[in-house]
């Protein structure tokens, strides 16, 4: 029998401030241990049992927990670690819990630190704030600004606020609270609406700090629509005199900007020592009468200061300014260079703090303090700062000519930009933020808003350690880092300077902004020492030949902090901005360009929810739940637009028909299977399952199998065509989480949990031909396969073929294929080389012959060959 025992640790490996908001995670179990998450108890790492809420975020085919979701409150110290078992009594009920209560009005939260009404319909995204029973911020909007024209000016600019159309709760405690809201944005004249929305906020009891996630799906005209703001403003209500209201904006660092709306340091009359330190520390000043040299008299002459703004325009550069009055002219204050993005206003009677996750990274940002000298005050959170340059989501070229397929095809051989006309659309997008909105009593110790500006920085995540993430067993073939041979140890370094080189080369190649942070480059330009940012389809990378994987099981082996913030960024990024969530794409990723949405390759290989599960399962994220969930219908999509149109052979014939849609058995029905694998075990959708199963059982049915590389789809019934009897062969087919998958599911069959018939069989046949000598495929197959490519990325099929087989013959195949090197590597690859000014603009390291693409299939093929033939390692020659 199972026994249940997960370690956890903190993801940067201190116990954070859990006052903050609490913490998440996902815990994997063995199949048929839990059928019920609510028998999980949490110890923390002295053996004591602490309050935790738990749920299942993913389940088995036989019903038993796959995945669940833990979540701790806010109302203690964090423990170093904690150890996630089965319960053997009752747990105690917590001592301080959520109340989730619903009414008319809309929703209210109570955690038992702040009271937040939710409500259901209008402009307001959160109506009300309160603490100790005192409302220290109202009317939370959203708000935003157009224009028609994308100079920097404000011609014509119509502003709109977020109007809400639905509130629901997702989860009501006891410790976890979700409330989600849906909506658009609405002109203040006039009645368009655009820019749909969904914010979750998410509640942890004893916490004043609530997380809010914000995903909007741009579907404006990239011709006549430029986005020029786009924020979240709170009205803050202020009591006190103007000397004791406070302005806290945090800088880069650590660093605080601490300010009173009226300042009493500096003048040239001291009111007194102990009036100086309490305004300073933001705590009720002495009565005036008390102040000195005839200060309280003279105060009416010093001048008050109610506007604060701090502009991060770029990723290098923050200033911040402030102003009299509106009408005045703005003063400098000063200038930085990254700031942590969180702003406070309030006084001794109360007040609000706002952090952005990633602020500088997600450029150009800001945060501004308005009417600071008034009984309501206003604190905004830009998005998109409405002194930056209006968003500009244009085409980044008029075509050049290229009308039909033969002149595309072409262009291709020179820039590698798939180009057609009127498919460079950004319409349908998407974006998502994470803040952090804290209220406060008082004016809080400006050391209480540094932890908070940290957490908002690097938000607390709980993790399983690798090794109880491996002894689970789940998310395909991998294994811990082992050095103890000397040839694993050059592996593993490898493995670590490929993950250090994208690390590092994010800050140094500057791949920061509102539409590109999370994502890397694809390809590299030698002579120039640059990504090829500007050369069509080898710029933003947009998780071709599957980055996104190869960082997430590099995480769950390593553990590794670095690791994991890169991949989450990137899962943020490409199942946002690379995905369309609205109109005629809805469902389709874009594949590589200048612009993450200019190429005109819109296929499933993107949208895939193979490169989503792990963040969800490890966080329990709802959003990433959602971007996964929203494609259980795409198979429609093929409807739409077929992926091979423009190279199909049979072109002048081909025309997508809903019984017989041409569905790729690689790239294709890999993402299918991901999304239909990810449906099942989230929501238990038949539909779902049974195409999933249908569909397996289909290609082991297929004379040829996966070598068939294209089967028929009748979109009604969710099954292939098993009469197609031919070969052919891509190269693409496997490296766009095709290998991953089918090794989920071949175990899933394994264990006895799937009945998929010739499924197996056809995978292994799949992985034991690919790299067979032209002989023994023809003998099997009737012919030898011509479009034999990516040699090293398919050494991890023939490995996992001859880890299933006992065969070493095949596995020492393998481990040649994989030393031949990837598709441009070589041994420059690992080597990075330091090129400095006047040859650059700024130091960098490049790595003269790496790609994305190779270093993601190299990645995984090491990591994968490593767990299913590292016996194998030191026995083959590879010369």
Known sequence: ??????????????????????????????????????????????????????????????????????????????????????????????????????????????????????????????????IDGTEVATAGRLVSSRQDHPESDVRGRVHSVGHVADCTVEQDGPLRAVVRVTGVHRDDEGDRTWLPFTVRLVFAAGAATFRLVHSFVWDGDPDDDF????????????????????????????????????????????????????QLDGRPTPPTAEWERDVED?????????????????????????????????????QGTRADGLAYVGDISGGLAVGLNGFWQSHPTGLDVRAADTDAATLTTWLWSPDAAPMDLRF??????????????????????????????????????????????????????????RGTVALPQLVPTPQALHSAGVLGDWDLPDRTDPQRATLEDRLDFLLDYYVGQVDQRSWYGFWNFGDVMHAYDTDRHIWRYDIGGYAWDNSELSPDLWLWISFLRTGRADVFRLAERMTRHTGDVDVYHAGPWQGLGTRHNVLHWGCSAKQLRISTPAYRRIHYFLTGDEHTRDLMLELRDSDTTFLAVDPTRKVRSDAATYRPERRALAVGLGTDWSALAATWL??????????????????????????????????????????????????????????????????????????????????????????????????????ELGVAPSGIHLEQAHSRLAAYAANRLGDNALADRAWRAYFAGGEFMGEEA??????????????????????????????????????????????????
Not at 20 to 44: F, I, K
Not at 229 to 245: I, K
Not at 324 to 331: E, H, L, N, Q, V
Request: aromatic residues 6%; hydrophobic residues 40%.
């Open 1 to 130: 029998m199972t026994t249940v025992d997960i370690p956890l640790h903190w993801l940067d490996d201190a116990a954070p401030d859990l006052a903050l908001c609490g913490a998440t995670c996902g815990v994997p179990l063995a199949a048929g241990t839990v059928t019920d998450p609510g028998r999980l108890a949490v110890l923390d790492d002295s053996g004591n049992a602490v309050p935790a809420q738990t749920w299942p975020l993913a389940t088995w085919p036989d019903g038993s927990v796959k995945w669940a979701g833990i979540a701790l409150g806010a109302d203690r110290d964090a423990a170093e670690g904690y150890r996630v078992v089965e319960r053997a009594t009752d747990p105690e009920p917590p001592a301080v819990r959520i109340t989730v209560t619903r009414s008319e009005d809309g929703v209210t939260v109570d955690t038992g630190a702040c009271r937040v009404l939710v409500p259901g319909t209008g402009p307001d995204l959160v109506r009300s704030i309160q």
């Open 227 to 278: 986005l020029s703001s786009l924020g979240l403003r709170f009205t803050v209500p202020l009591r006190a005199e103007p000397h004791d209201r406070h302005v806290r904006l945090a800088g880069a660092d650590g660093g605080f900007l601490r300010e009173a709306v009226r300042g009493l340091t500096g003048l040239r009359r001291d009111p007194g020592p102990e009036v100086r330190t309490a």
């Open 298 to 334: 003279l105060s009416r002459w010093i001048p008050v200061w109610p506007d604060y703004s701090l502009r991060q325009l770029n990723a290098n550069g923050y200033t911040i300014h402030k102003r009299t009055a509106s009408g005045m002219p703005w003063i400098d204050v000063a």
């Open 396 to 453: 980044y070229h008029d075509g050049l000519g290229q009308e039909t397929y033969a002149d595309q095809l072409e262009a291709l051989e020179i820039t590698y930009e798939d180009y057609e006309p009127g498919f460079g659309t950004a319409h349908g997008i998407g974006r998502t933020h994470e803040l952090t909105v804290t209220a406060f009593a008082a004016t809080p110790p400006v050391t209480q808003l540094a932890r908070i500006a």
């Open 678 to 779: 990810a449906d099942w075990e989230i929501t238990g959708n038949a539909r779902s399952r049974d195409r999933l199963l249908g569909t397996m059982r289909d290609i082991g049915a297929l004379p040829q199998g996966f070598f068939t590389g294209e089967a028929l789809y009748d979109l009604d019934t969710g099954r292939f065509d098993t009469s197609r009897d031919r070969v052919n062969v891509s190269h693409l087919s496997a490296v766009f989480g095709l290998v991953e998958v089918c090794s989920e599911l071949v175990a899933l069959i394994d264990a006895g949990q799937l009945d998929a018939p010739g499924f197996r069989e056809a995978w292994l046949q799949y992985c034991r031909l690919y790299l067979a000598p032209p002989a023994e495929q023809r003998a």
């Open 830 to 879: 690992f080597q990075a080389v330091r090129i400095l000014p006047p040859y650059v603009l700024a130091p960098v390291d490049e790595a003269r012959t790496l790609s994305t693409n190779d270093a993601a299939q190299c990645g995984l093929a090491t990591i994968q060959n490593l767990a299913l033939i590292g016996r194998r390692l030191g026995l083959v020659n590879v010369s």
